[in-house]
């Protein structure tokens, strides 16, 4: 089936004026361009997403460590535009991209032609060809991946208060791969689960043999901060029990063991995958230009060039930034591009330029533990420790989930409750047959 989304395409006299865009994905980057394109006269938007829902990667690790469950961090798609009657949104998973034919294909075979296409659809795990990764470690990049692993981590220490002799055969070795913020946040949030929460659950397993072990090929932690940032970062995990082997690569993963790249075989059966993501593969369709990670590189007004009707945002794109060859792969880079796309498309509709993106800095954070969160606030990178970074954080969180119409009054209450009772678990969110009870009451607004 071939079917133009709105009448924009091969618009002829007599035919509605109506533009149409179809945007793939609906992340912060694909929901903040929709989300502007919606309340524009004459602009039609399908906004096409794999699975209905838009998920808030910053917390996957507290889903991964049974703070939260995968329900409270997933938004769907259709509540979200309920109220705007410009955006149609499809639960579909886009197979190919053509910039040539303005075209998006979907899994079924059916084509859709739209005036303007969005390619929002964000990243994935990059094993980078690392034997047995793939099969036997556990990424985090879904809400999917963070159940597996708090599964994974229950489910081991069920076995273990059932069988303590499974300690000898490294069941309670977990191996975090990636100093980055995916690995930090997850060993400091793991290990004061490990070491503060479970014992009260599974008294007969033998918690304090639990030993979390951080790997990364490079030689500090945190590298996109500064180098204080990397060592404060080292210094907390140091104080949580954490081993943090920098220098060291990982060589292959088995499904009881991972091997270095010093040879060393360490027995474990979970290890967690945060070594680095690339571009989703939606990007190698079409012909797209593709450049670092995999991800398609894009001129400063964010069209692919050569192709002026055709975006990539977000995690997808390698977004030019002054000096640096690209952007990293922020939420808050996605959610400001998509709105800045959306008001180019609003620009070109109008017979406007577009215009170059300018991405305003508002800093990066961290989550150590509980009590020491790290940020480096603005593009002059202001350090902060502690509370007011904690601050800084929760600030960062609302306005990333302020696209997605929730009561952010449910996510400051639970904020709150978790760093004053960083180790309190309800009873439901440590029991794996009821692995998805909501803990935060998003109760959207009808606004
Ligand atoms: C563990 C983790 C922690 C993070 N923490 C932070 C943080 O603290 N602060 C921060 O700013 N950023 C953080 N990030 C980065 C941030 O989440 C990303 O930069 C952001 O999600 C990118 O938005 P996006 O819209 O480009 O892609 P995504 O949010 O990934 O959305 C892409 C969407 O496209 C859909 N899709 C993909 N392929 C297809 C297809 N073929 N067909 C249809 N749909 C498709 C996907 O289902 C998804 O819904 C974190 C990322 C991870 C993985």
Redesign the pocket.
Known sequence: MNADVATGAGRGAGMSAETSVVI????????ACARRLAGTDGIRVVL????G???F??L??QVATAELTSQDIRFDLTRIFRHRPGVEVRQ????GVDPQTMTVTLDGGETLTADYLVV????QPNFFHTPGAREHSFP??SVEDARQVRGRILTVFADVAREPRLVDEGALNFVIVGGG??GV?TAGALSELIHDVLPGVYSQAPCGHAQIILVDRGHALLSAFSDQAGAYAAKQLHRRGVQVRLGTSVKQVDADSVTLGDGEVIKTRLVVW?GG?QA???ATTGGLPTGRGGRIDVQPDLTVPGHPRVYA????ANIPSGDEPALP???????QS?RWAADNIIAQVGGKPPHPFHYRDKGI??MIGTKAAIAEIGPHRHELHGRFAFVAWLG??LE?LGEVDAELKAYIAWAQEFYLRPHHRSAALLDPSRIDTPRIDWSTTDS
């Open positions: 793939v994905g609906g992340g912060f980057a694909g929901v096409l997403d794999r699975g829902f838009q998920q990667q910053p996957l690790y579909a998973d886009v197979t929002a659809a964000g990243a985090l990049y913020p995916t946040e945060g993501e989703a593969d939606v945002l977000g995690d997808i792969q922020l939420g808050s880079v996605a959610q998509g954070m961290a960062v969180h990333l």
